[in-house]
Protein backbone atom coordinates (compact mmCIF):
# COMPACT_ATOMS: atom_id res chain seq x y z
CA UNK A 1 0.00 0.00 0.00
CA UNK A 2 1.22 3.62 -0.93
CA UNK A 3 1.40 6.45 1.40
CA UNK A 4 1.21 9.89 0.69
CA UNK A 5 2.75 12.87 2.79
CA UNK A 6 0.69 15.93 2.51
CA UNK A 7 1.60 19.17 3.37
CA UNK A 8 -0.09 22.54 3.69
CA UNK A 9 1.06 25.98 2.01
CA UNK A 10 -0.47 29.24 2.86
CA UNK A 11 -1.11 31.16 -0.29
CA UNK A 12 -2.03 35.42 -0.36
CA UNK A 13 -5.90 35.00 -0.30
CA UNK A 14 -5.54 33.17 3.14
CA UNK A 15 -7.07 29.93 1.22
CA UNK A 16 -4.88 27.17 2.73
CA UNK A 17 -4.13 24.48 -0.29
CA UNK A 18 -3.11 20.99 0.62
CA UNK A 19 -0.52 19.44 -1.74
CA UNK A 20 1.91 16.18 -1.44
CA UNK A 21 4.95 16.95 -0.24
CA UNK A 22 8.23 15.14 -1.53
CA UNK A 23 8.85 11.22 0.45
CA UNK A 24 12.44 12.54 1.00
CA UNK A 25 11.19 14.83 3.31
CA UNK A 26 11.58 13.33 6.71
CA UNK A 27 11.62 16.46 9.05
CA UNK A 28 8.22 19.70 9.65
CA UNK A 29 10.51 21.83 10.90
CA UNK A 30 12.28 24.18 9.15
CA UNK A 31 15.21 24.35 11.42
CA UNK A 32 16.29 20.67 11.59
CA UNK A 33 16.49 20.36 8.19
CA UNK A 34 19.96 19.96 6.29
CA UNK A 35 18.03 20.46 2.80
CA UNK A 36 15.12 22.14 1.76
CA UNK A 37 12.93 21.32 -0.95
CA UNK A 38 10.79 24.44 -3.01
CA UNK A 39 8.94 24.06 -6.35
CA UNK A 40 9.04 26.97 -8.49
CA UNK A 41 5.97 25.99 -10.85
CA UNK A 42 6.98 28.54 -13.32
CA UNK A 43 7.27 28.99 -17.47
CA UNK A 44 7.44 32.00 -17.74
CA UNK A 45 10.60 32.77 -19.90
CA UNK A 46 10.36 29.88 -21.41
CA UNK A 47 10.07 29.35 -25.46
CA UNK A 48 9.55 26.08 -25.95
CA UNK A 49 6.61 24.36 -28.22
CA UNK A 50 5.90 21.53 -25.53
CA UNK A 51 4.33 23.28 -22.89
CA UNK A 52 3.48 22.47 -18.92
CA UNK A 53 6.78 22.29 -17.35
CA UNK A 54 5.21 24.21 -15.00
CA UNK A 55 3.18 21.68 -13.48
CA UNK A 56 6.09 19.31 -12.78
CA UNK A 57 6.67 20.58 -9.07
CA UNK A 58 3.82 18.94 -7.90
CA UNK A 59 3.68 15.89 -10.59
CA UNK A 60 7.42 14.70 -9.32
CA UNK A 61 6.39 15.06 -5.67
CA UNK A 62 3.33 13.31 -6.03
CA UNK A 63 4.93 10.18 -8.41
CA UNK A 64 7.84 9.96 -5.33
CA UNK A 65 4.89 9.20 -2.81
CA UNK A 66 3.09 6.73 -5.42
CA UNK A 67 6.43 4.88 -6.42
CA UNK A 68 8.79 5.15 -3.61
CA UNK A 69 6.53 5.03 -0.31
CA UNK A 70 5.19 2.57 1.00
CA UNK A 71 3.14 1.68 4.28
CA UNK A 72 3.73 -1.45 5.66
CA UNK A 73 2.50 -2.75 9.79
CA UNK A 74 1.25 0.57 9.88
CA UNK A 75 4.86 2.43 9.44
CA UNK A 76 6.21 4.34 6.30
CA UNK A 77 8.86 2.20 4.24
CA UNK A 78 10.78 4.35 1.48
CA UNK A 79 12.13 2.64 -1.82
CA UNK A 80 15.54 4.81 -0.57
CA UNK A 81 18.94 5.09 -2.63
CA UNK A 82 21.51 1.76 -2.10
CA UNK A 83 24.26 3.84 -0.85
CA UNK A 84 24.42 6.31 1.20
CA UNK A 85 23.03 8.01 4.68
CA UNK A 86 19.83 9.68 5.24
CA UNK A 87 19.52 13.26 5.54
CA UNK A 88 17.06 15.84 7.10
CA UNK A 89 14.79 17.36 4.43
CA UNK A 90 12.30 19.78 4.76
CA UNK A 91 9.57 20.46 1.61
CA UNK A 92 8.95 23.92 1.68
CA UNK A 93 6.31 23.85 -0.88
CA UNK A 94 5.82 25.85 -3.98
CA UNK A 95 6.99 29.93 -4.80
CA UNK A 96 5.92 32.24 -7.28
CA UNK A 97 8.68 33.21 -9.43
CA UNK A 98 8.64 36.43 -7.57
CA UNK A 99 9.84 35.06 -4.27
CA UNK A 100 13.16 33.04 -5.34
CA UNK A 101 15.19 35.99 -4.33
CA UNK A 102 13.99 36.03 -0.87
CA UNK A 103 13.10 32.33 -0.04
CA UNK A 104 16.68 31.03 -1.79
CA UNK A 105 18.13 33.68 0.61
CA UNK A 106 16.68 32.16 3.54
CA UNK A 107 17.79 29.21 2.81
CA UNK A 108 21.21 29.27 2.57
CA UNK A 109 21.69 32.34 5.46
CA UNK A 110 20.27 28.91 7.92
CA UNK A 111 23.05 27.19 6.61
CA UNK A 112 20.47 24.56 4.60
CA UNK A 113 20.99 23.63 0.97
CA UNK A 114 18.06 24.42 -1.44
CA UNK A 115 16.94 21.52 -3.75
CA UNK A 116 14.92 23.33 -6.35
CA UNK A 117 12.22 22.10 -8.77
CA UNK A 118 11.02 23.76 -11.78
CA UNK A 119 9.69 25.17 -13.91
CA UNK A 120 11.73 26.27 -16.80
CA UNK A 121 15.10 26.55 -16.74
CA UNK A 122 15.57 30.09 -16.89
CA UNK A 123 14.42 29.93 -12.81
CA UNK A 124 17.94 28.67 -12.49
CA UNK A 125 19.38 32.42 -13.36
CA UNK A 126 17.21 33.76 -10.01
CA UNK A 127 18.71 30.90 -8.25
CA UNK A 128 21.94 31.37 -8.77
CA UNK A 129 22.10 34.91 -7.93
CA UNK A 130 20.43 34.58 -5.20
CA UNK A 131 23.30 31.88 -3.62
CA UNK A 132 26.15 34.11 -5.20
CA UNK A 133 25.07 36.62 -3.04
CA UNK A 134 25.71 34.70 0.13
CA UNK A 135 28.68 32.96 -1.41
CA UNK A 136 31.86 33.60 -3.29
CA UNK A 137 31.62 33.45 -7.28
CA UNK A 138 29.95 29.73 -7.74
CA UNK A 139 31.61 26.56 -9.51
CA UNK A 140 28.37 25.34 -11.56
CA UNK A 141 27.94 22.21 -13.24
CA UNK A 142 25.66 22.12 -15.88
CA UNK A 143 23.28 19.17 -17.06
CA UNK A 144 21.74 19.83 -20.14
CA UNK A 145 21.36 18.40 -24.28
CA UNK A 146 21.73 22.67 -25.00
CA UNK A 147 24.55 25.07 -23.50
CA UNK A 148 21.94 27.40 -22.89
CA UNK A 149 24.46 30.26 -23.70
CA UNK A 150 22.61 32.64 -26.17
CA UNK A 151 23.59 35.79 -26.13
CA UNK A 152 21.83 37.92 -28.91
CA UNK A 153 18.65 37.26 -27.16
CA UNK A 154 18.61 37.28 -22.97
CA UNK A 155 16.52 36.91 -19.70
CA UNK A 156 15.03 33.71 -21.53
CA UNK A 157 15.74 29.78 -21.11
CA UNK A 158 18.32 29.56 -23.92
CA UNK A 159 20.45 32.57 -22.28
CA UNK A 160 20.59 31.10 -18.77
CA UNK A 161 24.88 31.28 -19.11
CA UNK A 162 24.73 34.39 -20.19
CA UNK A 163 23.13 35.65 -17.77
CA UNK A 164 25.24 34.27 -14.52
CA UNK A 165 28.36 34.90 -15.84
CA UNK A 166 29.36 37.11 -13.78
CA UNK A 167 28.32 35.35 -10.76
CA UNK A 168 30.07 32.09 -11.97
CA UNK A 169 33.82 31.30 -11.54
CA UNK A 170 34.45 29.99 -15.06
CA UNK A 171 37.62 28.24 -15.03
CA UNK A 172 35.89 25.60 -12.26
CA UNK A 173 32.95 24.91 -14.08
CA UNK A 174 31.40 23.24 -16.63
CA UNK A 175 28.83 21.97 -18.75
CA UNK A 176 27.78 17.91 -19.54
CA UNK A 177 25.57 16.31 -21.83
CA UNK A 178 25.44 19.41 -24.70
CA UNK A 179 24.60 18.29 -27.77
CA UNK A 180 22.97 20.44 -29.57
CA UNK A 181 24.35 23.91 -29.94
CA UNK A 182 23.56 26.80 -31.98
CA UNK A 183 26.09 28.60 -33.75
CA UNK A 184 26.67 31.67 -31.37
CA UNK A 185 26.32 29.11 -28.30
CA UNK A 186 29.82 27.58 -29.76
CA UNK A 187 31.15 30.86 -30.30
CA UNK A 188 30.21 31.87 -26.62
CA UNK A 189 32.02 28.90 -24.99
CA UNK A 190 35.04 29.27 -26.82
CA UNK A 191 35.19 32.69 -26.11
CA UNK A 192 34.37 32.07 -22.45
CA UNK A 193 36.41 28.79 -21.97
CA UNK A 194 33.76 27.51 -20.99
CA UNK A 195 34.43 23.27 -20.83
CA UNK A 196 31.61 20.78 -22.09
CA UNK A 197 31.97 17.27 -21.88
CA UNK A 198 29.75 15.47 -24.60
CA UNK A 199 27.53 12.25 -24.44
CA UNK A 200 30.65 10.74 -26.49
CA UNK A 201 33.33 12.02 -24.60
CA UNK A 202 31.72 9.31 -22.10
CA UNK A 203 31.69 6.69 -24.38
CA UNK A 204 34.76 7.25 -25.39
CA UNK A 205 36.92 8.12 -22.22
CA UNK A 206 34.96 6.02 -20.16
CA UNK A 207 32.45 7.14 -17.17
CA UNK A 208 35.09 6.65 -14.46
CA UNK A 209 37.67 8.64 -15.82
CA UNK A 210 35.42 11.84 -16.72
CA UNK A 211 34.04 11.52 -13.05
CA UNK A 212 37.15 11.89 -11.85
CA UNK A 213 38.20 14.43 -14.41
CA UNK A 214 34.75 16.69 -13.19
CA UNK A 215 36.05 16.58 -9.84
CA UNK A 216 39.42 17.98 -10.25
CA UNK A 217 37.63 20.52 -12.18
CA UNK A 218 35.37 21.82 -9.20
CA UNK A 219 36.17 24.25 -6.84
CA UNK A 220 34.52 25.22 -3.90
CA UNK A 221 31.00 26.31 -3.74
CA UNK A 222 29.57 23.44 -6.34
CA UNK A 223 25.76 23.87 -7.41
CA UNK A 224 23.57 22.11 -10.03
CA UNK A 225 21.62 22.50 -12.32
CA UNK A 226 20.15 19.91 -13.73
CA UNK A 227 17.72 20.10 -16.66
CA UNK A 228 16.33 17.20 -17.67
CA UNK A 229 16.54 16.70 -21.27
CA UNK A 230 20.67 16.10 -20.99
CA UNK A 231 19.04 12.26 -20.31
CA UNK A 232 18.26 10.20 -23.60
CA UNK A 233 14.47 10.53 -23.98
CA UNK A 234 14.37 6.98 -24.02
CA UNK A 235 15.13 7.24 -20.35
CA UNK A 236 13.48 11.02 -20.31
CA UNK A 237 10.77 11.50 -22.47
CA UNK A 238 8.83 13.90 -20.76
CA UNK A 239 11.03 17.37 -21.26
CA UNK A 240 9.79 20.14 -22.99
CA UNK A 241 12.80 19.68 -25.59
CA UNK A 242 13.78 16.17 -26.02
CA UNK A 243 17.29 15.43 -27.96
CA UNK A 244 18.40 11.98 -28.95
CA UNK A 245 21.59 10.80 -28.33
CA UNK A 246 22.04 11.79 -24.62
CA UNK A 247 23.09 10.58 -21.06
CA UNK A 248 22.04 7.35 -19.85
CA UNK A 249 20.13 7.50 -16.44
CA UNK A 250 22.99 5.29 -14.86
CA UNK A 251 25.57 7.66 -16.10
CA UNK A 252 23.83 10.32 -14.91
CA UNK A 253 23.32 9.28 -11.48
CA UNK A 254 26.72 8.34 -10.65
CA UNK A 255 28.12 11.34 -11.97
CA UNK A 256 25.61 13.03 -9.43
CA UNK A 257 26.65 11.14 -6.41
CA UNK A 258 30.51 11.78 -6.93
CA UNK A 259 29.55 15.44 -6.96
CA UNK A 260 27.41 15.08 -4.37
CA UNK A 261 29.88 13.24 -2.15
CA UNK A 262 32.38 15.78 -2.73
CA UNK A 263 29.92 18.46 -1.80
CA UNK A 264 27.75 21.24 -2.97
CA UNK A 265 25.81 24.54 -2.10
CA UNK A 266 22.31 23.46 -3.92
CA UNK A 267 20.88 22.11 -7.13
CA UNK A 268 17.86 22.35 -8.91
CA UNK A 269 15.85 19.95 -11.48
CA UNK A 270 14.22 21.62 -14.27
CA UNK A 271 12.19 20.52 -17.90
CA UNK A 272 10.31 17.81 -16.75
CA UNK A 273 7.24 18.11 -18.93
CA UNK A 274 4.60 15.77 -17.24
CA UNK A 275 2.31 16.43 -20.21
CA UNK A 276 4.53 14.65 -22.60
CA UNK A 277 5.22 12.26 -20.16
CA UNK A 278 5.22 8.16 -20.53
CA UNK A 279 3.33 6.63 -17.70
CA UNK A 280 5.17 9.34 -15.54
CA UNK A 281 9.00 7.92 -16.33
CA UNK A 282 10.63 11.09 -16.02
CA UNK A 283 8.58 12.42 -13.38
CA UNK A 284 9.91 9.44 -11.21
CA UNK A 285 13.44 9.74 -12.43
CA UNK A 286 13.64 12.56 -11.41
CA UNK A 287 12.03 12.51 -8.00
CA UNK A 288 14.92 9.33 -7.93
CA UNK A 289 17.83 11.78 -8.87
CA UNK A 290 16.61 14.06 -5.92
CA UNK A 291 16.80 11.46 -3.50
CA UNK A 292 20.70 9.87 -4.74
CA UNK A 293 21.87 13.47 -4.29
CA UNK A 294 20.55 13.89 -0.79
CA UNK A 295 21.67 10.30 0.35
CA UNK A 296 24.90 10.65 -1.21
CA UNK A 297 26.07 14.25 -0.15
CA UNK A 298 28.88 14.41 2.20
CA UNK A 299 29.29 10.27 2.52
CA UNK A 300 32.55 9.40 0.67
CA UNK A 301 31.76 5.95 -0.53
CA UNK A 302 33.01 4.15 -3.30
CA UNK A 303 35.63 6.29 -4.66
Known amino acids: MHVVHRLKIQIPCMRIVTMKKICWANTEKFGDAEFVVV ?11 RKGTEDAPSKIREISNIRDSYKRNGKISLGRPFQGTEKKVHDLGN ?16 SKIPISIGGDHSITKEII ?4 RQNEKISLVYFDAHPDFVSSH ?36 KKHHLDVITPFDIQKQGLENI ?19 CIDPSFAPGVSVPVPLGLSSIDCVYLLQRIAQKGIIGMDIMEVCPSFDIKDRTSHLASRLISEVLYSSGDNYGG
Open 129 to 132: KAIS
Open 39 to 49: GIPDESQSHAL
Open 211 to 229: SNSILDKLGKNVYVSFDMD
Open 95 to 110: IPRNQIKSTIEKIVAS
Open 154 to 189: RNYYGSVITDVLSHVEIESSIQIGIRTPEEEELENL
